[in-house]
T-cell receptor, first 113, second 115 residues
Framework: GQSLEQPSEVTAVEGAIVQINCTYQ??????LSWYQQHDGGAPTFLSY????GLEETGRFSSFLSRSDSYGYLLLQELQMKDSASYFC??????????????FGAGTQVVVTP | GAVVSQHPSRVICKSGTSVKIECRSL??????MFWYRQFPKQSLMLMAT?????????EQGVEKDKFLINHASLTLSTLTVTSAHPEDSSFYIC???????????FGPGTRLTVL
């Protein structure tokens, strides 16, 4: 099986930087994805790291270290609209069920003025 | 990204009735669709994997006779909650992916309330 751990909540002020860590335990590994979900809304895909290192997309960056079974999502220049839940997720081990992701419990990011 | 629609967005029904939820991929062909359930402040729980033209694969603990899934075409999957009970009240979300793509795209979700 696979398990993912991430903090339950993070609070920060506008303009700050937030790092959401995700540690995983898997018997095999393809990569780490991140999703954002606003209250009452559907999750939206943010990023996918298949290789070690940092992937930057605008204000959001995602990092992966396979050797440490660890990744993080970095939110920079926080805005009020960034208040949401953020989930890390791993894809399955077999490509014939690709998309059957397992999600972490989610991190609630609260941005304050 | 690709667009997935879900209908209805919100439904309230009486206990014992059945409710059908539709999930459509609007601008791509989805060979596989997934159905999730999410309770407040919790993560997404995969209920079943829906493959076009074949039977759905249900996760452990999910009753296939209660949650009927049909994937009749490459752009449409339906979830029918049969004989709904108040404990079935939840946020139901579908997602879809194209062949060999990493990302899955989620529908906007359906809020089901069973009275």
């Amino acid at each position: 099986g696979q398990s993912l751990e991430q903090p339950s909540e993070v609070t920060a002020v506008e303009g700050a930087i937030v790092q959401i860590n995700c540690t995983y335990q898997t018997s095999g590994f393809y990569g780490l994805s991140w999703y954002q979900q606003h209250d009452g809304g559907a999750p939206t895909f943010l990023s996918y790291n298949a290789l070690d290192g940092l992937e930057e997309t605008g204000r959001f960056s995602s990092f992966l270290s396979r050797s440490d079974s660890y990744g993080y999502l970095l939110l920079q220049e926080l805005q009020m609209k960034d208040s949401a839940s953020y989930f890390c997720a791993v894809p399955p081990l077999s490509t014939d069920s690709w998309g059957k992701f397992q999600f972490g419990a989610g991190t609630q990011v609260v941005v304050t003025p | 990204g690709a667009v997935v629609s879900q209908h209805p967005s919100r439904v309230i029904c009486k206990s014992g009735t059945s409710v059908k939820i539709e999930c459509r991929s609007l601008d791509f062909q989805a060979t596989t669709m997934f159905w999730y359930r999410q309770f407040p402040k919790q993560s997404l729980m995969l209920m079943a994997t829906s493959n076009e033209g074949s039977k759905a694969t249900y996760e452990q603990g999910v009753e296939k006779d209660k949650f009927l899934i049909n994937h009749a075409s490459l752009t449409l999957s339906t979830l029918t909650v049969t004989s709904a009970h108040p404990e079935d009240s939840s946020f139901y979300i579908c997602s879809a992916r194209e062949v060999a793509q990493v990302a899955q795209f989620f529908g906007p979700g359906t809020r089901l309330t069973v009275l």
